[in-house]
């Protein structure tokens, strides 16, 4: 009896929920065509401007200058030199050296009085002539030379003149060649340069002729050893001992015109050398 009991109960509440959900669906459905039939209210399209918004005025050929712009003053044919140019930190001028026997002394005395101790080179020209220098002496001066000073970018040798007749030639040339192997081993970095023995008015020999024939070898061989060490020569064709003029008085010096040209011939080959 309790089970019918139950499932009457149940198709009781089963019926209930049912009209319940019929009558939601039917004021759903009243709720929703009265929606409908409510008028839409009208809505009319208005065009809204921006508010505060300010036009440009409209500029026509209005050339706009810079405000507090200086401009600069027109220059014409005016030709600037630089004041007070010096030469950069860390660049320094060559540093020649001419050592050799007492026409490298006349030589720096007459270029005092004349172009300067420089020559004119954008270079710091130090002179060193020893009266009566023998090749053999050479190496020791200049090597005192170098007690108090630095290694020259370019060594200009005038010697070799005092030698002849004292030594062989053959004998001489061995001992130039070899000192100036060791100058190159010694300081790679220095160039060479050879000044050939001039000519002389007056040789103090009964052989004059004999020993010119000796300088001329000298010199020949001597352009060969130099180029072997990457050096270069120095000749002065233009002192001929035919010319008086171009001598001192004892005959073996320069005069002023002879080391005027001793100087130009220098100055031109170390000029070359510094290019």
Sequence with gaps: MSLIKEEK????IEKTFKVKQEKLEEQTDEQFR???????????????????????????NVKIEPADVTRPTEIRNVKIKPADVTRPTGIRNAEIYIIGDSCVRYGEKRARETVGVNLGLNARVQWFGFDGLVWKNLLPCFRQCLRTRAVPDVLL???????LGIFKSVKL?????????????????????????????????????????ARRFINSMMAK????????????????????????????NFSNRGNDIFLKNI?????????
Excluded at 9 to 12: N, Q, W
Aim: include cysteine.
């Design 34 to 60: 009265a929606r409908v039939k409510t008028p839409f209210t009208q809505i009319t399209i208005v065009k809204i401007e921006p508010a505060d918004v300010t036009k440009p005025t409209e500029i026509r």
């Design 225 to 252: 050893s130099v180029s072997s060490v990457g050096g270069s020569i120095v000749q002065h064709p233009q002192i001929n001992y035919r010319d008086p003029d171009l001598f001192h008085c004892d005959g073996i």
């Design 173 to 213: 040339c061995a001992a130039i060649t070899q000192d100036l192997r060791e100058l190159h081993r010694s300081f790679p970095q220095m160039k060479m340069v050879f000044s050939t023995i001039t000519q002389r008015h007056k040789w103090g020999s009964l052989h004059p002729k004999k020993i010119d024939r």
């Design 267 to 275: 100055t031109r080959c170390l000029k070359f050398h510094m290019n």
């Design 9 to 12: 109960e149940d198709i009781k």
């Design 157 to 163: 040798i005038h010697c070799g003149g005092n030698d």
